[in-house]
């Protein structure tokens, strides 16, 4: 049973490493190329706002699938799964809008803020947070 939960925990982890690496074939993003040249004077790329949103919501579906799989294999605690459920929705429901507001500016509010919120978009960062936080939590129980 061990190694059928370190299994999906590596298939979990793998499944982000594949977002990450199939970002422009699975993705409508026009930003990727723009921050891809680190050069706050490129032109600012020309965007469909659906599209936009429907990919970074696809993407973000996906994140938080292989996300909880990591959690809930890790921990075993289906409460836990919830709750990380719960914090990267939140922070997804705050960021999102703030890089929402930030390409309506063309980033007018700071081309390096930009780009730190739109990792909290785009990438599963939070669970970076999670998992030292529920391990010592695992660790206090024990």
Request: hydrophobic share 60%.
């Amino acid at each position: 049973m061990k190694i059928l939960s370190w299994f999906l925990v590596l298939a979990g982890v793998f499944g982000l490493i594949a977002v990450r690496m199939f970002e422009e074939p699975l993705f409508y993003d026009p930003f990727l190329q723009y921050f891809k040249s680190a050069d706050k004077n490129a032109i600012f790329p020309l965007y469909d706002w659906g599209s936009l949103i429907l990919g970074h919501l696809f993407r973000f579906v996906l994140n938080l699938i292989f996300s909880l799989v990591i959690v809930q294999f890790l921990f075993k605690n289906t409460r836990w799964t919830a709750q990380s459920a719960a914090l990267i929705v939140i922070a997804f429901a705050i960021t999102l809008p703030i890089y929402l507001y930030c390409i309506h500016t063309n980033f007018e509010i700071g081309y390096l803020f930009s780009f730190y919120i739109r990792r909290f978009v785009i990438q599963p960062l939070v669970l970076l947070l999670i998992i030292p936080v529920f391990y010592y939590r695992w660790k206090l129980e024990k």
